[in-house]
């Protein structure tokens, strides 16, 4: 059953008549989670969406073809309970900024406890917990499951538990599902628990382009960095390699990158699943769990978890009570 068929989980719903999901938006950019419902065929109402950057809600606007009036603008001042149990998908691709590896790394609270950028998290759950949707969606950046963010990671797996739901989490790489890029994301799919039957994400699937192949043949001059920007991100590196953080970069020769690109498209399918599916060590704090996974996910504690971590790590402490 795909996961956003009507009547998801719903005995008494799984012979009525398929209709459109009704979509919330938030923290919605130009609508990357609309964009992939729009190539994979899924019909969806937009209740609302969410962005707060002007610019970001023009290109929205334009690229989904609604209109701006759907802008509820600031996360911190969505009333959703009006729609209480009437929508089905919740995405929230929250702030990033301070768990990326190219930020503070203050995580979710500073240092007086007052929640960040990437606090805003708890936003979306009250969002979530006003409106009750069937599922929601959630993508950050991988490093929300690192040792340093091990304890807020488990602080957004509980709270969602206690909110109502099972939460299935994988770290995705765009280059397994035909993107050539290395871009590897968190994705928390969480379902309602009265109306959960469970979920797997999708397999990785083969390579079959390069960058080369999606670059073109030829390109306006204004589109080319001058040597003054060039310049400019080598001191950006170099500040962030002085802090211990931040992005490398290289300015590299397409041509000659094109080799090797094409010995690694040319993995089998076989191959690429291998890898992409090997065994991973699993720790849940809360529940004092260790142990390795193999295929499939395994529940702890209401989370399921199929990305995990290196051996070795000592038990988390007690999660703090806000």
Request: glycine letters at 8%.
């Given at each position: 059953?795909?996961?956003f ?33 729009d ?35 600031d ?26 590896l ?5 995580g979710?609270?500073?240092a ?20 009750n ?35 299935y ?26 109306i ?30 001058s ?17 211990g ?24 399918s076989?191959?690429?699943?291998r ?14 769990i ?33």
């Amino acid at each position: 059953m795909n996961l956003f068929d009507f009547g998801y989980g719903d005995k008494l719903a799984q012979n009525a008549p398929c209709r459109k999901i009704r979509m919330l938006s938030l923290f919605s950019g130009i609508g990357a989670f609309e964009k992939a419902l729009d190539r994979v065929g899924i019909d969806y109402e937009l209740v609302g969406y969410c962005e707060i950057d002007r610019n970001a809600s023009k290109a929205y606007s334009a690229i989904h073809g609604v209109s701006e009036e759907l802008n509820l603008w600031d996360v911190c001042k969505v009333n959703a309970k009006p729609w209480r149990d009437t929508i089905d998908l919740i995405s929230y691709g929250f702030p990033c900024q301070d768990i990326s590896l190219a930020g503070r790394q203050r995580g979710l609270f500073d240092a007086e406890g007052r929640y960040t950028r990437s606090g805003l998290f708890f936003e979306a759950l009250r969002i979530i917990k006003e409106c009750n949707p069937r599922i929601a969606i959630a993508e950050n950046v991988k490093n929300l499951m690192s040792e340093n963010f091990r304890e807020q990671y488990h602080i957004v797996q509980e709270s969602l538990g206690d909110a109502g739901y099972n939460n299935y989490v994988e770290v995705l790489n765009a280059k397994d599902y035909g993107v050539p890029q290395n871009r590897e994301r968190v994705f928390i799919v969480s379902i309602r628990k009265d109306i959960d039957i469970g979920f797997e994400f999708p397999e990785p699937v083969p390579l079959t382009k390069s960058l080369a192949d999606l670059l073109e043949d030829e390109v306006d001059e204004k589109y080319y960095l001058s040597d003054e920007v060039i310049r400019s991100f080598e001191e950006h590196k170099a500040r962030n390699e002085a802090n211990g953080n931040g992005f490398g970069w290289n300015v590299v020769d397409i041509d000659r990158q094109t080799d090797r690109q094409t010995d690694r498209v040319s993995r089998t399918s076989a191959e690429r699943s291998r890898l992409a599916r090997r065994r991973t060590q699993a720790h849940s704090s809360d529940v004092k769990i260790s142990g390795t996974l193999n295929t499939g996910s395994q529940k702890l504690n209401g989370t399921y978890i199929r990305e995990g971590r290196k051996e070795g790590r000592k038990e988390g402490r007690k999660l703090p009570q806000r």
